[in-house]
């Protein structure tokens, strides 16, 4: 089991192994970007906008821009504040601006929040398919003993392990590919964040999930790797596992693959909290007037859910009782 620059080390000698699970939009992506030895960026990728701070009047637009997410947290949100002074740091720790994406992150915790309180103590929290790894990094600070697991493709992966070092360098790093790796990990209390590879992502059962978070990538995934995920939220071994999923209702994938939100396996008796069109993903903003711009059309459509799941056991679906807190 690798830790802290050993995992960049590795994950960077493998960034052109090809990804068993990959779906054909990632086939595609994956060949748009790379990362150098020493963290450097070189392409374009989808995993979320990059933008060193560097010109104070960018900086000035992008936190003009911002205010109707900002005036929409306050409002909402109890917890908002606190989250996103730890956005602000993590973009400070990384070198970057505070983006759209960074908002979307902050304000999808935000509501998380409300409903699932954030122990010491207590399950995982899975963060699958992370964005330079901002909800990886914002979990780790929110919460300073909990082990975090955040699951990714080779490159993406790289991407999220690079970006969590630099925002939490005081939280040890894990990569785990076997279910000893996963045990050791978990039992090791030094060891905060736990990297797997989406190839290897069948020790994720090891752990105890109470929170899993996946933010616009399902809809990016094979179906069957969606399945996958939900086998493993409904059967790991803690009592309650919570799944926050925003994603768009359809996406049709390179080689003619529909994503549909619908399909997902969920499950009649899952208990809803949340269920409803993300407002912070379907409204964008530009230097293009009229500034605030709306995601028109069926298949721009991004709903998020906030289920507690059916846990699953030996192949039988278990009650619901009360719902346990997470934490």
């Given at each position: 089991m690798l830790l802290n620059d050993d995992v960049l080390r590795a994950l960077h000698s493998r960034q052109e192994q090809v990804d068993r699970s990959a779906s054909s939009y990632w086939t595609e992506a994956a060949g748009s970007f790379s990362l150098t030895k020493s963290g450097t960026m070189e392409g374009s990728t989808l995993v979320g906008l990059l933008a060193p701070p560097t010109d104070p009047l960018r900086v000035l637009v992008h936190r003009t821009l911002q205010l109707p997410f900002t005036a929409l947290g306050r409002w909402r949100y109890r917890h908002y504040g606190q989250i996103r002074r730890l956005g602000g740091l993590i973009a400070s720790r990384t070198d970057r601006m505070f983006t759209y994406d960074m908002m979307r992150q902050v304000l999808s915790l935000a509501l998380i929040h409300e409903h699932v309180p954030f122990g010491e103590e207590g399950p995982a929290v899975l963060v699958i398919g992370d964005g330079f790894g901002v909800m990886t990094s914002l979990l780790a600070l929110l919460?300073?003993?909990?082990?975090?697991?955040?699951?990714?493709?080779?490159?993406?992966?790289?991407?999220?392990?690079?970006?969590?070092?630099?925002?939490?360098?005081?939280?040890?790093?894990?990569?785990?590919?076997?279910?000893a790796d996963m045990d050791t990990a978990l039992a090791d209390k030094t060891i905060r964040v736990i990297a797997v590879q989406a190839d290897h992502a069948?020790?994720?059962?090891?752990?105890?999930?109470?929170?899993?978070?996946?933010?616009?990538?399902?809809?990016?995934?094979?179906?069957?790797?969606?399945?996958?995920?939900?086998?493993?939220?409904?059967?790991?071994?803690?009592?309650?596992?919570?799944?926050y999923c925003a994603n768009k209702l359809t996406k049709t994938l390179p080689d003619g693959t529909v994503a549909r939100f619908s399909d997902y396996?969920?499950?009649?008796?899952?208990?809803?909290m949340v269920d409803a069109i993300c407002t912070w993903n379907q409204w964008t903003y530009s230097r293009r007037p009229p500034f605030w711009h709306y995601r028109w059309g069926q298949?721009?459509?991004i709903w998020h859910r906030l289920a507690s799941l059916t846990k699953i056991r030996d192949g039988v679906p278990m009650l619901h009782g009360d719902r346990k807190q997470a934490g």
């Open positions: 919460t300073q003993r909990r082990k975090i697991i955040t699951v990714n493709l080779n490159k993406p992966l790289l991407l999220d392990t690079t970006y969590i070092r630099r925002a939490v360098p005081e939280a040890t790093l894990a990569l785990v590919e076997t279910d069948q020790v994720i059962r090891r752990a105890p999930i109470a929170l899993a978070i996946n933010i616009v990538s399902m809809q990016e995934m094979n179906p069957d790797t969606v399945v996958a995920y939900f086998a493993t939220l409904r059967e790991n071994p803690a009592p309650e596992t919570i799944l396996p969920w499950r009649s008796d899952d208990t809803i298949s721009r459509i």
